[in-house]
């Protein structure tokens, strides 16, 4: 069974630097998509970044990026230059290819925050 | 485009009680989905529907039904609700053919209360 796994219960950066959330998945599926989104305190889903499995690069979308690491199943999205509203909750997600009905497994969860 | 909007924002149900949430999407989108979110637990999803008239069983479908009898909405029903239904619900849409990346779209969530 795909499932996501993110290790990071709570994460602390310094704010202006670099801070990278984890996230691991496990599927049997070959083509399958990943993806990010933040949580913010106010309770909304906010889609930040998206990686094929076939893609070669890796995603980028401002300061967000996607270190992916197909052998490892890995996902892991780096955060650069933290600001002061990057403090949030960030989830993991994942769907499998073969499922039509574009399903999304999601993490647990990790919560960021940032210091000034 | 409101996006993707859900009705009633709050709720507090008393243990036994039955109601409705409603979940609107006004991008003509085929799919939908029905989350629920508990402290710690990331989302899970309840019920979906991949077109009108259509709907299927997520991961927690118990105590809960759905009915998508317009494309454009999605409702859950809970029919006699319990404290461990006490959760934040998110609806979601998507549209098959959006392209390469093809997130899911969410509403701000309904945050549901059962005494």
């Known amino acids: 069974a795909q499932k996501i796994t993110q290790t990071q219960p709570g994460m602390f950066v310094q704010e202006k630097e670099a801070v990278t959330l984890d996230c691991t998945y496990d599927?049997?599926?070959?083509?399958?998509?990943l993806f990010w989104y933040k949580q913010p305190s106010s309770g909304e889903m906010i889609f930040l970044i998206y990686q094929g499995s076939y893609d070669e690069q890796n995603a980028t979308e401002g300061r967000y990026s996607l270190n992916f690491q197909k052998a490892r199943k890995s996902a892991n999205l780096v955060i650069s230059a933290s600001q002061l509203g990057d403090s949030a909750m960030y989830f993991c997600a994942m769907r499998e290819g073969r499922d039509s009905s574009y399903k999304l497994i999601f993490g647990s969860g990790t919560r960021l925050l940032v210091r000034p | 485009n409101a996006g993707v909007t859900q009705t009633p924002k709050f709720r507090v149900l008393k243990t036994g009680q039955s109601m409705t949430l409603l979940c609107a999407q006004d991008?003509?989108?085929?799919?939908m989905y029905w989350y629920r979110q508990d402290p710690g637990m990331g989302l899970r999803l309840i019920h979906y529907?991949?077109?009108?008239?259509?709907?299927a069983k997520g991961e927690v479908p118990d105590g809960y039904n759905v009915s998508r009898l317009k494309k454009q909405n999605f409702l859950l029903g809970l029919e006699s609700a319990a404290p461990s239904q006490t959760s934040v619900y998110f609806c979601?849409?998507?549209?098959?053919?959006?392209?390469?990346?093809?997130?899911?779209?969410f509403g701000p969530g309904t945050r549901l209360t059962v005494l």
């Open positions: 991008m003509n989108h085929e799919y």
């Open positions: 529907s991949v077109g009108e008239g259509t709907t």
């Open positions: 599927t049997s599926d070959q083509s399958y998509g």
């Open positions: 979601a849409s998507k549209d098959p053919g959006q392209g390469i990346i093809d997130e899911q779209f």
